[in-house]
Nanobody
């Protein structure tokens, strides 16, 4: 059984930093397509960052240069380092995992639907 648990969310002021973690069991992060998504109230879910089995990463334009996705294979944990946070980064953040082929899906909406394993999310609130 796959279990994914996010942590590290909280409330920060604009310009601050947070590091989100996603502990995974029942799935091997190094062999999987892994991603962070976020969803703010009244807004659609957005893919924030993606990492494939080769370690290649992609980022949403809205966070590029401020966010880094990484993984610790020994700990089987996915991370999202977020710097220079803005109020518009306020959302619930979710980690997602699935087979390596999901990362090969170029359409973002279709790729999001193909992720079969999700955590419950962690809230990030950025105040101005």
């Amino acid at each position: 059984q796959v279990r994914m648990v996010e942590s590290g969310g909280g409330s920060v002021q604009a310009g601050g930093s947070l590091r989100l973690s996603c502990g995974v069991s029942g799935y091997t992060v190094s062999d999987s397509c892994m991603a962070w998504f976020r969803q703010a109230p009244g807004k659609e879910r957005e893919e924030v960052a993606l990492i494939d089995t080769a370690g290649l990463t992609t980022y949403a334009d809205s966070v590029k240069g401020r966010v880094t996705i990484s993984r610790d294979n020994a700990k089987n944990t996915l991370y999202l380092q977020m710097n220079s946070l803005k109020p518009e980064d306020t959302a619930k953040y979710y980690c997602a995992a699935d087979s390596m082929w999901v990362c090969q899906t170029t359409n973002r909406d279709l790729r999001a639907r193909r992720f079969g394993h999700w955590g419950a999310g962690t809230q990030v609130t950025v105040s101005s």
